[in-house]
């Protein structure tokens, strides 16, 4: 993706989403963007995109035009990564021969995101902490304090709070950091967020592997849906882009899925009905769970609906019908209710 305003744009208010707390988090995520200096702190699972989200609010920020610069903190050692971040004068250390800007320095007017900051040690918390206290910070060996105008976004993966508790990170640093919280949920709590994705990932890929993909069949979109997704949108990506990639143009149906996603479900309806929740009329043979065709076809046209922005036109090509038939089915729909 080529960052800019509208790339922005599109992350922070044209996201695909049902779920209210994605949708809360969005509106906090606009607000925070339009402000030149304000701390955020991203926290969320590995692959919910917290760097995506820290690329967007600095290009819908005032500080689009100047550097956005990166520094996973996990990445380095620590000495390696307070040499980086802070840089350092001639003779700092052993293979110090001429002075060095840290990141810091190269980021002044614009913002340092710093991504798996539970790992930052306890000495660079410090002078982090400083950092963001004073607007300074002394290059590695240095004497003189340099004065820096630089916006921080963080992210971690780990719960900050559990972290101070073991006495890993400072209590300071954190309430330093978190002046604009964003908490991005995981697909497993944002359920109805997971067909649309998949089919504007779908669209994506129809582009980029010069594919002809129309959408997915009930049954394997209810596969999308009910799988756990531990690997998150990063996860959801793979597994859209590996199965086009290796099925055949069309629906992509339940058998096309990686077998992992098909395995899972299978697992936990056999679970399901061996503790006496779903009975034999309510699974099949292969321990799915049964319901009407008109009932998935009727959740799959609302999901495709939704992902495309109640476009009718462009949700009836993706259902393989004419729209004069969607307008029919709506219609019934509508009348049944």
Same mark, same amino acid.
């Given at each position: 993706?080529?960052?800019?305003?509208?790339?922005?744009?599109?992350?922070?208010?044209?996201?695909?989403?049902?779920?209210?707390?994605?949708?809360?988090?969005?509106?906090?995520?606009?607000?925070?963007?339009?402000?030149?200096?304000?701390?955020?702190?991203?926290?969320?699972?590995?692959?919910?995109?917290?760097?995506?989200?820290?690329?967007?609010?600095?290009?819908?920020?005032?500080?689009?035009?100047?550097?956005? +610069?990166? !520094?996973?903190?996990?990445?380095?050692?620590?000495?390696? &990564?307070?040499?980086?971040?802070? @840089? #350092?004068? %001639?003779? =700092?250390?052993?293979?110090?021969?001429?002075?060095?800007?840290?990141?810091?320095?190269?980021?002044?007017?614009?913002?340092?995101?710093?991504?798996?900051?539970?790992?930052?040690?306890?000495?660079?918390?410090?002078?982090?902490?400083?950092?963001?206290?004073?607007?300074?910070?002394?290059?590695?060996?240095?004497?003189?304090?340099?004065?820096?105008?630089?916006?921080?976004?963080?992210?971690?993966?780990?719960?900050?709070?559990?972290?101070?508790?073991?006495?890993?990170?400072?209590?300071?640093?954190?309430?330093?950091?978190?002046?604009?919280?964003?908490?991005?949920?995981?697909?497993?709590?944002?359920?109805?967020?997971?067909?649309? +994705?998949? !089919?504007?990932?779908?669209?994506?890929?129809?582009?980029? &592997?010069?594919?002809?993909?129309? @959408? #997915?069949? %009930?049954? =394997?979109?209810?596969?999308?849906?009910?799988?756990?997704?531990?690997?998150?949108?990063?996860?959801?990506?793979?597994?859209?882009?590996?199965?086009?990639?290796?099925?055949?143009?069309?629906?992509?149906?339940?058998?096309?899925?990686?077998?992992?996603?098909?395995?899972?479900?299978?697992?936990?309806?056999?679970?399901?009905?061996?503790?006496?929740?779903?009975?034999?009329?309510?699974?099949?043979?292969?321990?799915?769970?049964?319901?009407?065709?008109?009932?998935?076809?009727?959740?799959?046209?609302?999901?495709?609906?939704?992902?495309?922005?109640?476009?009718?036109?462009?949700?009836?090509?993706?259902?393989?019908?004419?729209?004069?038939?969607?307008?029919?089915?709506?219609?019934?729909?509508?009348?049944?209710?």
């Amino acid at each position: 993706m080529t960052w800019n305003r509208r790339a922005a744009a599109t992350i922070l208010e044209k996201s695909i989403t049902k779920n209210d707390a994605t949708r809360r988090m969005l509106e906090v995520a606009r607000k925070a963007a339009e402000s030149d200096h304000t701390t955020i702190l991203l926290q969320g699972e590995s692959g919910t995109g917290k760097s995506v989200f820290a690329k967007a609010i600095h290009y819908a920020s005032p500080r689009s035009a100047m550097q956005l +610069l990166e !520094l996973n903190c996990a990445a380095l050692p620590d000495t390696l &990564l307070e040499s980086e971040l802070f @840089g #350092f004068e %001639p003779g =700092a250390f052993t293979d110090a021969r001429r002075r060095k800007e840290g990141l810091l320095e190269r980021a002044h007017g614009g913002t340092l995101f710093l991504d798996e900051i539970a790992n930052m040690s306890a000495s660079v918390q410090a002078k982090l902490l400083r950092v963001l206290e004073e607007g300074t910070f002394h290059r590695l060996g240095g004497t003189r304090s340099t004065k820096i105008n630089v916006r921080i976004i963080a992210a971690a993966n780990a719960d900050l709070k559990e972290a101070i508790a073991r006495g890993q990170f400072r209590e300071d640093l954190y309430y330093r950091l978190n002046v604009v919280p964003l908490y991005i949920p995981p697909l497993r709590e944002r359920k109805e967020d997971i067909v649309p +994705l998949a !089919l504007e990932l779908l669209q994506h890929f129809n582009r980029e &592997l010069r594919k002809k993909f129309r @959408g #997915f069949t %009930p049954a =394997a979109a209810e596969l999308l849906q009910n799988y756990p997704w531990p690997g998150n949108i990063r996860e959801l990506k793979n597994v859209i882009e590996r199965t086009m990639i290796l099925a055949p143009d069309g629906d992509i149906d339940a058998a096309a899925l990686p077998e992992e996603i098909r395995d899972h479900v299978r697992s936990n309806r056999r679970d399901e009905s061996s503790n006496g929740e779903l009975s034999d009329l309510d699974v099949s043979p292969t321990g799915r769970q049964l319901v009407t065709l008109r009932e998935l076809e009727d959740e799959y046209i609302q999901e495709v609906l939704a992902a495309t922005g109640n476009n009718k036109t462009q949700a009836s090509r993706i259902l393989g019908i004419h729209p004069t038939s969607l307008m029919r089915r709506l219609k019934k729909e509508h009348a049944a209710e």
